[in-house]
C-alpha cells in the first residue's frame, strides 16, 4: 500500500437495472454488490475498492435513478444525488438505446450542475449491431460533453480496461482511502442481509420481493469456527409473509439455503443461518422503520 500515491473516487450512477452493481463487481473482481434482474435491486450507496498500480479507486454503486413513489424511494434518490457530487469523475451508465431518457437526462443536468468530470458508459454492448451503437454514441454525444464515451459489456468484462484507463486520468495525489486487503466498505452484518434480500429478488416475484427488509439479530462464532446467524425477514403484508414462506415452508427453505451458500463463501467458513419472516405493514413509508433498517435520511 505504501506504492498508492493518488485516489479517485467515482461515482457510478445510471436508471435501474442498467448493470451499475454488476460493472462494480466486475471492476473490484469480486461479488460486493447483490445482482438481480429487477429494477431497484440497490438501495444503499456501496464502495468497492480496487488499487491499480500507484491509484486507489473507491467506486460508489448507487441505486438506479427512478421517479419515486415511496419514502425509501425519496431516500435511493436522494443518495443517489449526494453522491453525484465532492467526487473526482462520474460514470453515467446506459443501455444501447439511441435516446436519453428522462433518468440519464437528470443525472446530466446533475453533473453538469456540480461541473464534474464524466465518462459516459454504455453497457451491454454484446446486444447490439455496431450500427446501433454508433447512433447511441451520438445522440449521448450531442446531450452532453462527455470527456469520454465507452462500450463495455460488464457481464462478460468487455470494455473495462480500457475504462480504467479513462478514469486513471481523474485521479488526485494522497494516501489511500482504505487499507490494504479491503474492498468495501460494508459491515459483515450488512452484507449478510444483502445476499438474503438477493435470494428474494431472486425467487420472488413482482411487487412482493421490493417490499422486504432485513434484520440481522445474531451474529456470532462458536469456538469451532461456525458462525451462528439468526435473520428476520419483513415484509408489508400478511399475504406476502405466505409467499415468502411459501407450501411447507419450502420457499423460505430454498431462499435460506441460497443465501447460506453465498454467506459461507464470502465468510470463508461454515454458517448456520436461521430465518423468520414478520410483517411491518408499509414499512417503506414509515420514516422510522426505513431509519431502522439501515437507510438513514441524515
Given at each position: 500500500?505504501?506504492?498508492?500515491?493518488?485516489?479517485?473516487?467515482?461515482?457510478?450512477?445510471?436508471?435501474?437495472?442498467?448493470?451499475?452493481?454488476?460493472?462494480?463487481?466486475?471492476?473490484?473482481?469480486?461479488?460486493?454488490?447483490?445482482?438481480?434482474?429487477?429494477?431497484?435491486?440497490?438501495?444503499?450507496?456501496?464502495?468497492?475498492?480496487?488499487?491499480?498500480?500507484?491509484?486507489?479507486?473507491?467506486?460508489?454503486?448507487?441505486?438506479?435513478?427512478?421517479?419515486?413513489?415511496?419514502?425509501?424511494?425519496?431516500?435511493?434518490?436522494?443518495?443517489?444525488?449526494?453522491?453525484?457530487?465532492?467526487?473526482?469523475?462520474?460514470?453515467?451508465?446506459?443501455?444501447?438505446?439511441?435516446?436519453?431518457?428522462?433518468?440519464?437526462?437528470?443525472?446530466?443536468?446533475?453533473?453538469?450542475?456540480?461541473?464534474?468530470?464524466?465518462?459516459?458508459?454504455?453497457?451491454?454492448?454484446?446486444?447490439?449491431?455496431?450500427?446501433?451503437?454508433?447512433?447511441?454514441?451520438?445522440?449521448?454525444?450531442?446531450?452532453?460533453?462527455?470527456?469520454?464515451?465507452i462500450p463495455i459489456s460488464a457481464q462478460r468484462k468487455e470494455g473495462l480496461e480500457e475504462l480504467m484507463e479513462q478514469l486513471e486520468?481523474?485521479?488526485?495525489?494522497?494516501?489511500?482511502?482504505?487499507?490494504?486487503?479491503?474492498?468495501?466498505?460494508?459491515?459483515?452484518?450488512?452484507?449478510?442481509?444483502?445476499?438474503?434480500?438477493?435470494?428474494?429478488?431472486?425467487?420472488?416475484?413482482?411487487?412482493?420481493?421490493?417490499?422486504?427488509?432485513?434484520?440481522?439479530?445474531?451474529?456470532?462464532?462458536?469456538?469451532?469456527?461456525?458462525?451462528?446467524?439468526?435473520?428476520?425477514?419483513?415484509?408489508?403484508?400478511?399475504?406476502?409473509?405466505?409467499?415468502?414462506?411459501?407450501?411447507?415452508?419450502?420457499?423460505?427453505?430454498?431462499?435460506?439455503?441460497?443465501?447460506?451458500?453465498?454467506?459461507?463463501?464470502?465468510?470463508?467458513?461454515?454458517?448456520?443461518?436461521?430465518?423468520?419472516?414478520?410483517?411491518?405493514?408499509?414499512?417503506?413509508?414509515?420514516?422510522?422503520?426505513?431509519?431502522?433498517?439501515?437507510?438513514?435520511?441524515?
Open positions: 500500500m505504501n506504492d498508492i500515491k493518488k485516489t479517485a473516487m467515482i461515482t457510478i450512477a445510471g436508471r435501474p437495472n442498467v448493470g451499475k452493481s454488476t460493472l462494480m463487481n466486475a471492476l473490484v473482481g469480486e461479488k460486493i454488490a447483490i445482482v438481480s434482474s429487477k429494477p431497484q435491486t440497490t438501495r444503499n450507496r456501496i464502495c468497492g475498492v480496487v488499487n491499480r498500480g500507484d491509484a486507489q479507486f473507491v467506486f460508489l454503486d448507487t441505486p438506479g435513478f427512478h421517479r419515486p413513489r415511496t419514502r425509501l424511494g425519496d431516500y435511493m434518490v436522494k443518495v443517489v444525488r449526494d453522491s453525484v457530487a465532492d467526487v473526482e469523475g462520474v460514470c453515467l451508465l446506459a443501455e444501447p438505446i439511441a435516446n436519453v431518457g428522462a433518468p440519464e437526462q437528470a443525472l446530466i443536468d446533475r453533473i453538469k450542475e456540480e461541473k464534474l468530470p464524466a465518462v459516459l458508459v454504455i453497457n451491454k454492448i454484446d446486444t447490439v449491431e455496431k450500427a446501433q451503437l454508433l447512433e447511441v454514441m451520438a445522440v449521448y454525444g450531442a446531450a452532453h460533453a462527455f470527456d469520454a464515451i486520468r481523474y485521479a488526485v495525489p494522497g494516501p489511500p482511502l482504505f487499507p490494504e486487503g479491503m474492498n468495501t466498505d460494508q459491515p459483515e452484518r450488512q452484507i449478510v442481509s444483502e445476499i438474503v434480500r438477493e435470494k428474494l429478488l431472486r425467487n420472488l416475484d413482482k411487487e412482493v420481493p421490493h417490499g422486504t427488509a432485513i434484520e440481522v439479530t445474531k451474529f456470532s462464532e462458536r469456538d469451532s469456527g461456525i458462525i451462528d446467524l439468526d435473520v428476520t425477514i419483513y415484509c408489508e403484508k400478511s399475504s406476502h409473509k405466505g409467499i415468502i414462506i411459501g407450501k411447507s415452508g419450502a420457499m423460505l427453505k430454498k431462499i435460506s439455503s441460497h443465501a447460506r451458500e453465498d454467506i459461507e463463501r464470502f465468510m470463508g467458513a461454515k454458517v448456520y443461518l436461521q430465518t423468520w419472516v414478520k410483517v411491518k405493514e408499509n414499512w417503506r413509508d414509515n420514516v422510522n422503520y426505513i431509519r431502522s433498517f439501515g437507510y438513514d435520511e441524515q
